[in-house]
């Protein structure tokens, strides 16, 4: 199962829920299907778009991706690939929550941590954005802030994050996102040495560990608006080492004083907010930096970098069966200019190769996308 091994040892941290025999059988069908969806179908959707696009060629339009999406629309096929796309995800929370909530008393045992390094606050009065509760994000039941005082939403968004992915964001680690935020900290200051850094939306905290692993003497904290992913976020960077203080805040206002960070960076949390919240969540991120501190923002790649209305038209589909609230609005902001509106200077946009890990690189950023998972849309600017 490439990407996705069941040895603990393997995963490198004990609370990742493992399933049974018939659970992984299971998931492993949802796996194929969603790989016989993306590779089988999907291209053949792709070629009869390029038979719709010739078909528009010449054609007065404004919005050629609408223009097609309607055509695209007329072919029985293609609604019934997009059913078949929105039903397996459905089916991979299923199959995950199953096997979540069989092992919860095990994983409730393991997140008792006797000495934690770090820390973990929840606020049961925390009123989490209508972004995030108008939907639940990626499908998943109960979307991102669903508490019910366990942790088992953060098992399952980090067992169905894994699935998910296919295993290519770093297999059970599912850290490349944040190993990729980090090397460009250390890419545009290789000498840096923070002694606070703030990882905004952090999830599972697996965008916040690289962080504690790659500035081992700064004080780290993660900030999130669901407790119950929080909690498992703790337990499972305490199985790690790694001494993060977590706690349940909106990135758009935290308690945090000014001045507090010499980093403040977020992975993939624009397109899960909204246009107001990503401006505000940069002003955020200024108020929270000492002078000459760094906003690292990570995201997918933009849509105007792409001139293939099919790509960005299977974006789209993606947010919109999906539960991606802010798609559009994250892909096609001028990220220049709302860093530059929020106080930042040496600001820097473009694209950020993958790393494995931080500390390794490669240190590399450019203008161009190196393509999919190996290279991410990375904004940055100076306090």
Known sequence: MEGISESRKALDHPMIALPSHDELVEQLFVRDLKLYVMQQLEPVQAGLAQVE?????GTATNNRVADLRERMESRESFRSWMALKRESQRQLWSA???SVERQAEELEALAKIVEPKGSVRVDAAFVAPDYVTQGDIHLMPGGNQLDDGSLLQGAVMDRGGAVYMLGRNGGMLNDLRGQTAIAHVLTRCPQIAPERVLDMGCGIGTSTVPAARAFPKAEIHAIDVGASILRYA????????AAIHFSQQNAERTDFADA?????YSCILFHESSPEAVQAILAESRRLLTPGGLAVHLEVPLLHDNSDPWVELSGELEAQYNNEPNWRGALTADYP??????GFHDIEAGYQATSLDARSGPFRFGAKSEGVFR???VASGVA
């Not at 507090?260 to 403040?264: G, I, M, N, R, T």
């Not at 200019?337 to 929020?342: I, R, T, W």
């Open 375 to 377: 290279s991410w849309f």
């Open 337 to 342: 200019a709302l860093f530059a509106a929020a």
């Open 53 to 57: 696009q010739a078909g528009l060629a």
């Open 260 to 264: 507090s960070f010499d980093v403040v």
């Open 234 to 241: 703790h337990a499972r960077a305490e199985h790690l080492g």
């Open 96 to 98: 995950v929550a199953g």
